[in-house]
């Protein structure tokens, strides 16, 4: 009964090609992150969503789009896949607003190669 | 622009000794900081936590100490334990306007437990 799971934990695509990675968390957050570990291991914090609305969206290209169908999922779509696009990416969830006092719960990760 | 760094990107200790990971922001808004462990091929779990109105946090073998003046921030580990050996990461958190703020994370440092 994993708390936080994203799917496919793997994925490997061609340039050009549109993918998706889902997630969903059963913790009864109210808040869901998408983040992004690259090849320098920086983990960076893509969108947050609370309720289903978009809070933060930092300079992400428009090829990412997340889409929350409800409070419990945030999925990560992406079009026109670049090589650069290749890292881990991490979905996370926590108790809703006002602000950040408590911890992140983390997925595993999935990790994109793009070819 | 890093604003959260661990400058060791690795540290090698001997278990039942004392681990001291370092880490050091430059943005004067955080007022939380976050440890967070990571084993391969799995997300980030949180360990400790503290808040800038204190200077020390404890939980059981794992100890936070906090330097506002000179933005500064360590995690102790004693005795260190096999169980130990992940990455660690350093995470800040500062208000963002709209009431809603996610994690900036440092690179991470990976200790080491030698038997």
């Not at chain 1, 789009?65 to 969830?93: M, Q, R, T, W």
């Not at chain 2, 278990?15 to 462990?37: P, Q």
């Not at chain 2, 936070?64 to 000179?70: D, G, I, Q, R």
Request: proline fraction near 5%; charge should be neutral; hydrophobic fraction near 35%.
């Amino acid at each position: 009964d994993t708390a936080v799971s994203q799917t496919p934990k793997y994925l490997v695509t061609q340039m050009g090609n549109d993918k998706s990675i889902k997630c969903e968390q059963n913790l009864g957050h109210d808040t869901m992150y998408w983040y992004k570990q690259d090849s320098k291991k920086f983990l960076k914090i893509m969108f947050s969503y609370n309720n289903k609305e978009l809070i933060i969206n930092e300079t992400v290209p428009n090829r990412f789009s997340p889409k929350s169908p409800d409070k419990a999922h945030l999925n990560l779509h992406i079009n026109s896949l670049e090589l650069g696009d290749s890292a881990v990416y991490f979905c996370a969830s926590r108790t809703g607003l006002p602000r950040l006092t408590g911890e992140l719960f983390f997925g595993e990760g999935s990790r994109l190669t793009v070819l | 622009d890093q604003q959260v760094k661990q400058n060791s990107p690795s540290l090698s200790v001997q278990e039942g000794r004392i681990s001291i990971l370092n880490c050091d922001y430059t943005n004067s808004m955080f007022d939380y900081f976050l440890w967070y462990k990571k084993y391969p091929a799995e997300g980030p779990t949180f360990l400790i936590s503290i808040s800038s109105i204190k200077d020390k946090n404890e939980d059981g073998r794992f100890t936070v100490f906090l330097n506002k003046s000179a933005k500064h921030l360590s995690l102790h580990i004693v005795p260190s334990q096999p169980g130990d050996s992940a990455v660690y990461f350093c995470a800040a958190s500062a208000l963002v306007g709209g009431g809603a703020d996610g994690l900036t994370f440092g690179k991470g440092t990976h200790l080491i437990i030698q038997p």
